[in-house]
């Protein structure tokens, strides 16, 4: 890899200095398209990225997200109970530099930041901000969109930023992926006053998201010897009770309504194919996301899959077993529509 194409800033000690040329750098790139030498391929690229999706140098992130939803997507994701372990290795560094850590999901939305309320105050102007869209669509180069543009960790300095309302700032920021699948999850961020930049920042952040990984599969792999003697009975009760290793618990309605939906449908739903199954709406997605996470938490992250919504496949259930009336006091639809279906089953055999 050249000089011009790192994925980190150069170790120019003279942080004035080096923000002065890429300012110039900045303003000259915009006026004609052409990036000078100083400039980093990955910055210049990325600088190219940001043009072609006609983002605003002078415009702050934009706003995806209200607080209650940001708040339901962060519940579901995978990486959410996971954020105070992060949290708690960044503490130090945060208490020494002055900086925040931020996280996003993959589509480069921001659902959680924290850090000294100095250091969250300076993230208002540019709006970064839970809720708010982060991604080079969203806000042009920075660390957190650039790092899920490459799918691979990215420091941006000063302004290497394509937003002015950023060039006060330096970023590093590292992808998290599921262990399993490959699959990006988001992005975890550290960002600061660009007079503090160091070069550890990057190693720092690449260190934090592999940590990350490996809670996600072990914890995955805990969860996996808990599935293996999990089992739902459905048949002919009035709600769901589930079986584990620990003891029995019986479900509420909404909660007995979701397993029965999954255990009907193995290939498993969407949120939107469980609002309309739940609700006969699919703007009940937000609500859904909240069950579906409350549900989580009670029986554990991998007795409900997600990616899409689907029972770990050594989960029982006594759907099969005969001809029921399936959750007899519930209105859903959705549930409606498993009784005739297992009706129409039990009358062909």
């Known amino acids: 890899m050249t000089s011009s194409s790192r994925l980190t800033l150069s170790a120019d000690p003279d942080h004035l200095r080096l923000a002065g040329l890429l300012r110039r750098a900045h303003t000259i790139a915009l006026d004609t398209g052409v990036a000078p030498p100083v400039v980093r391929e990955v910055v210049s690229d990325s600088w190219q990225r940001s043009v072609a999706a006609g983002v605003d140098p002078e415009r702050p992130a934009p706003r995806i997200l209200d607080a209650r939803s940001t708040a ?159 089992s739902v009975a459905i048949a002919g009760r009035g709600r769901a009770l589930v079986t584990t290793s620990c003891g029995r618990l019986e479900l509420n309605l909404r909660h007995s309504e979701i397993l029965a939906l999954l255990a009907a449908n193995p290939a498993g739903m969407t949120v939107r194919d469980l609002a309309l199954a739940l609700y006969g709406s699919a703007e009940a997605a937000g609500t859904v996301r909240a069950e579906l996470a409350r549900l989580r938490r009670r029986l554990g992250p991998d007795v409900v899959l997600s990616r899409p919504y689907r029972l770990h496949e050594r989960v029982s259930t006594d759907l099969g077993d005969g001809a029921v009336d399936l959750l007899p006091e519930s209105r859903a639809p959705g549930i409606a529509q498993a009784r005739r279906n297992l009706d129409a089953t039990f009358e062909l055999d």
Do not use: K
Not at 170 to 182: F, K, Q, R, S
């Open 72 to 230: 339901q997507r962060l519940a579901v994701h995978p990486v959410g109970p996971l954020l105070s372990r992060i949290s708690a290795l960044l503490r130090e560094a945060l208490v020494e530099s002055g900086y925040f850590v931020a996280f996003s999901d993959a589509d480069g939305v921001l659902l959680w930041t924290e850090g000294s309320p100095r250091a969250l105050r300076t993230a208002v102007g540019p709006r970064f901000l839970p809720g708010f869209l982060c991604s080079e669509d969203g806000v042009g180069t920075n660390a957190i969109g650039t790092a899920l543009a490459l799918d691979q960790p990215v420091q941006i300095f000063s302004a290497e930023h394509f937003s002015r309302l950023l060039h006060g700032w330096t970023c590093a920021a590292a992808p998290i992926h599921d262990p399993e699948t490959g699959e990006m999850l988001g992005a975890i961020d550290l960002s600061g006053d660009f007079r503090t930049a160091h070069l550890h920042g990057l190693p720092l952040v690449t260190a934090v998201a592999s940590a990350a990984e490996a809670w996600l599969a072990a914890g995955r792999r805990g969860a996996e010897e808990r599935a293996g003697a999990v």
